[in-house]
Each structure stands twice: as C-alpha cells, then as structure tokens.
C-alpha cells in the first residue's frame, strides 16, 4: 500500500553491488535531466508528504517510486536542495560523452588539448562541488584554489605528455587524455572538499544520529570518490582510442575524418550508460567505518558516550 510506504526505504540491497547498481541505473537515468524544474518540485513535494505520511488519496507505490528516482537524480541528499543541471550524475553521459568524446579526437595540437582539458576541468569541478557532503561547507576562495590547481595538474600532464609521445606510437599519444583526467581528479576531489579533510567529516550512528567530525572517514570517502570517478572514464578513454585506431585503417573512415569526432562521441556515450551507475556502485552511499579505526580523541567520546553499543559510524561519501 502506498500510504504505509518507507519512501527512504532502499528499493534494492545497498549492501550489494548489484543492488547498487541498480539503484544507480534508476537515479543516473539521462532522461531525467530533461524534465522541467516544476516536474521535480512536484516530486520532492510528494516525497515530503509521503515522508510526513500524509500520501495524497489516489497515490500508487510506482508514482511514490517515480518520485524517489526524480528527487534523488536531482536533489541533494544532505540538504536537499535541488542540484545545478550540469553537476547531476543524470547530465553525466549527456555531458560528459561530448567531453570526453573530443579529448579523444583533438589529442594531436596542444591548443586543442589545453581547450579541451580546461572544459573538462571545468566540468569535473562543477560535478565535485556539487556531489560534495553539504555539511562541510567551503568558501569561493577554496573553490577558486581547487579548480585553478586541478586544471593546472590537467594541462601540465596532458601537454608535457603530449609532447613526451611526439615519437611514441599513436596509440600511446590517444592515452594521454586518460593519463590527464586521471591525474586531474586525484587533485580536483580532495581539493574540492578540503574542508572535510581539514575538519572532518559528520558521522552518524544507525539512527543517524550524530556523533562527531571525523578526518579518518573523510579520507576514506574522498579516495573511494576518486577511484569511482577513475573507473568512470577508464573504459571509454582506453577502449575507444583502440578502436579508433583500427577504424581508421578502413578507406570509408578515411574518408570521412569529419565524423570521426560525433562517433566518438557516440561511441563514449555507450561506455558511459555503463559505466556512470556502475563506478557510483563501486562503494556504498553510506560509506561505515569501524569506531576502533577512528581518531583517538573521537573513538574515545564515542566509547563514553554510548559504550561498547556502537560498533560502526556512518557517513554521506558523496558522489
């Protein structure tokens, strides 16, 4: 029955990476980045409202499940204010098979490559900031020092390997904008969540209930963030470079080199449809952590607060 629904209840098993993965296949749906702000709104309000338990008469489960997937594709799960278009996992293959799909194709000049690692870098930074655990804020300052280091730490890589591979195989030179992005974002994440690392970062018991600020758990967040983000693009961006080249071989594709990079871009966005929900599913959401692995100070108010109850705190990774 619909009014008797626990709308935050996980539809699939969140301790499981299939049940992951098709959570993440339901919230990164591209389709839902199409949809009108007033659409959203209209599902956020019926979430609240079922979260109250005041279900507007006439309400199927599948309209509240339709309403999960909407609010959380595009509404932040710490504040819960709605996400910027551009910074939602569900713009993630719109938008990120058009980027990726043109640092494969313009690798060979370093005017394209610097070009195409800046709206890259551009792009990440927007996504982290927005996917970024609310509770600890960060001021513009920081964020101009997180995009600036980022991107030079992109075009550094690119454009130095760029002209490291001059007499490399061609394929090596089609690797250096994953070698780029990949470096890019061991910088770019941590950067743009300073302040989690630098403070901490909010930890809950089961309940949610909060129990202190921990430097460990962010740590831990953050670098499972960055290897989602890695193995988001490592397909794509290794894969594709290879087809390519073997494509190029055949006389139809030489001549028509001007659709080389719209294919890409296709081809990229296929990875992608993939591999977005599947790198998301890597780690749980709610990443734990047990408290014996916590800060001294922290494990210790823990334990005389509560005692031996807790085993484990909880916190919001991020995306």
Same mark, same amino acid.
Request: glycine residues 4%; hydrophobic residues 45%; contains cysteine.
């Given at each position: 029955m619909a009014q008797s629904l626990d709308i935050d209840a996980p539809r699939w098993d969140q301790s499981t990476f299939m049940g992951?993965?098709?959570?993440?296949?339901?919230?990164?749906?591209?389709?839902?980045?199409?949809?009108?702000?007033?659409?959203?709104?209209?599902?956020?309000?019926?979430?609240?409202?079922?979260?109250?338990?005041?279900?507007?008469?006439?309400?199927?489960?599948?309209?509240?499940?339709y309403a999960k997937k909407l609010y959380d594709s595009a509404f932040h799960p710490d504040t819960g204010d709605r996400m910027n278009l551009i910074g939602r996992m569900s713009f993630q293959v719109p938008g990120g098979m058009a980027i990726t799909g043109f640092m494969l194709q313009f690798y060979r000049t370093v005017? +394209? !490559?610097?070009?195409?690692?800046? #709206? $890259?870098?551009?792009?990440?930074?927007?996504?982290?900031?927005? %996917?970024r655990n609310a509770a600890s804020p960060i001021t513009p300052k920081q964020i101009g020092v997180a995009y600036v280091t980022a991107t030079s730490t992109a075009?550094?890589?690119?454009?130095?390997?760029?002209?490291?591979?001059?007499?490399?195989?061609?394929?090596?030179?089609?690797?250096?904008?994953?070698? +780029? !992005?990949?470096?890019?974002?061991? #910088? $770019?994440?941590?950067?743009?969540?300073?302040?989690?690392?630098? %403070?901490?970062?909010?930890?809950?018991?089961?309940?949610?209930?909060?129990?202190?600020?921990?430097k460990k758990a962010a740590a831990k967040g953050i670098t499972q963030v960055v290897v989602s983000r890695i193995t988001m693009a490592a397909p794509g961006m290794i894969i594709m470079p290879i087809i390519m080249q073997r494509m190029e071989r055949f006389r139809f594709m030489q001549r028509i080199t001007f659709l080389h990079g719209p294919i890409q871009v296709l081809m990229?966005?296929?990875?992608?449809?993939?591999?977005?929900?599947?790198?998301?599913?890597?780690?749980?959401?709610?990443?734990?952590?047990a408290v014996s692995k916590l800060e001294p100070e922290l494990r210790d108010s823990i334990v005389s607060q509560h005692g031996d109850k807790i085993k484990y705190v909880y916190f919001n990774k991020g995306l």
């Open positions: 992951r993965l098709r959570h993440f296949f339901n919230i990164t749906d591209c389709r839902t980045a199409l949809l009108p702000d007033a659409e959203l709104d209209q599902a956020k309000a019926l979430v609240l409202s079922c979260r109250a338990g005041s279900v507007p008469p006439g309400t199927t489960e599948d309209q509240l499940h005017p +394209a !490559v610097v070009f195409w690692q800046w #709206v $890259n870098q551009s792009f990440n930074a927007l996504v982290n900031y927005t %996917n075009l550094a890589t690119a454009v130095g390997l760029n002209l490291y591979t001059k007499k490399a195989p061609p394929l090596v030179a089609r690797w250096v904008p994953f070698a +780029a !992005v990949a470096s890019a974002n061991c #910088v $770019n994440i941590p950067m743009m969540r300073q302040q989690e690392i630098l %403070n901490g970062i909010t930890v809950t018991d089961e309940n949610g209930n909060k129990l202190g600020a921990s990229v966005g296929v990875f992608l449809v993939f591999m977005v929900p599947a790198a998301c599913s890597l780690f749980p959401q709610q990443c734990s952590m």
